[in-house]
Structure formats: structure tokens, C-alpha cells
């Protein structure tokens, strides 16, 4: 189990940052402002942020993990600091924010086009974000592994559909 917890701890570290899509068929429109008052520049920046820091997140979980004595309190911060932002993400994809707009993302058009299957996916990341957390904070470390296998599993599966490939 421990080799398929780190496989996918290092995907969710390789998929977590955002950016890169082939943007320059597109219109530039960061500059326009969206109904929350940034700028589709500022949002895509603060989605792709979060985002890397999510990664960085599983990346400590993940580094601690590996140890033979895994530092618990580095991986309490980092779950919690996941939960946090699972919370955010759903706010990270409004409307306008895709390849359409000029600016670099990887977010793909899939998001806006099903925005319920994209929704569920968040949801399942939510949760599995906070029982994470919770598995991290009780300081279980076989818990800990368990649900940072699920966690990552939801990160794959979101990536799948709505991420577009580092290639």
C-alpha cells in the first residue's frame, strides 16, 4: 500500500499546478473584470496559487510519509491547510476564467461545459480533504496513509476531465 500511497502522492504533486494551455489562439482578455471585482488575470493567478500550494501540501504529507518516523505536526499543517483550501476551489473557476480568455491555464472548457460533473468533483475532494485532515490530526499514521490515498485519488480523478496534460 505504502508504493501506491507515494505514486499517487506524486501525481498530485505533478498535477496540482496549474498553467501552460495553448492560449494564443485565444483573444486576450485578462484585463476584463469579473463579477467578484478581480481581474480574470488576478483569478487565474489565484487559482493557480492555490492550486501549488495544494501541491505543496500533499508534497510535505507525501515526503513525510516515506519517513520511517513521519514528523506528524508537518503533516497536520499541511492536511489542514489542504481542507482549507478545498473549500476555496469551487470559487477558483468562475465563469470566463478558461483558455477562452488569453491567459495561461490548463483549466479546461470541460469545467463550464459540465459544470455538475465539475461540481461533483469538488465535492469529493472536499471531503476527502477533510478526512484527511481529520485522519491527520488524530495522528494516526496508517489512517493518515489511507486517506491521503483517497485525497490523491480525487485530485487524479478531477485531473482527468477538467486539467489539460503537462505534455
Known amino acids: 500500500m505504502k508504493?501506491?500511497?507515494?505514486g499517487l502522492a506524486s501525481l498530485c504533486v505533478i498535477l496540482a499546478s496549474c498553467g501552460g494551455a495553448d492560449t494564443e489562439s485565444a483573444e486576450y482578455r485578462g484585463d476584463e473584470e469579473?463579477?467578484?471585482g478581480m481581474t480574470i488575470s488576478e483569478m487565474i493567478e489565484t487559482?493557480?496559487?492555490?492550486?501549488?500550494?495544494v501541491g505543496g501540501s500533499f508534497k510535505t504529507i507525501s515526503d513525510e510519509l516515506k519517513k520511517g518516523d513521519p514528523n506528524v505536526a508537518d503533516i497536520q499543517t499541511a492536511a489542514a491547510n489542504v481542507e482549507a483550501h478545498s473549500q476555496e476551489i469551487g470559487d477558483w473557476f468562475?465563469?470566463?476564467?478558461?483558455?477562452?480568455?488569453g491567459v495561461e491555464t490548463e483549466a479546461l472548457d470541460s469545467i463550464w461545459e459540465d459544470p455538475e460533473g465539475f461540481e461533483a468533483a469538488i465535492t469529493k475532494f472536499e471531503t476527502a480533504a477533510g478526512e484527511l485532515n481529520t485522519a491527520a490530526q488524530s495522528g494516526d499514521v496508517e489512517a493518515i496513509q489511507a486517506a491521503f490515498e483517497t485525497a490523491g485519488g480525487t485530485c487524479k480523478n478531477c485531473h482527468?476531465?477538467?486539467?489539460?496534460?503537462?505534455?
Open 94 to 101: 468562475p465563469e470566463g476564467t478558461g483558455a477562452d480568455s
Open 47 to 53: 487559482r493557480q496559487d492555490g492550486l501549488e500550494d
Open 3 to 6: 508504493i501506491q500511497t507515494l
Open 34 to 36: 469579473l463579477p467578484n
Open 160 to 167: 482527468d476531465s477538467y486539467r489539460a496534460d503537462d505534455d
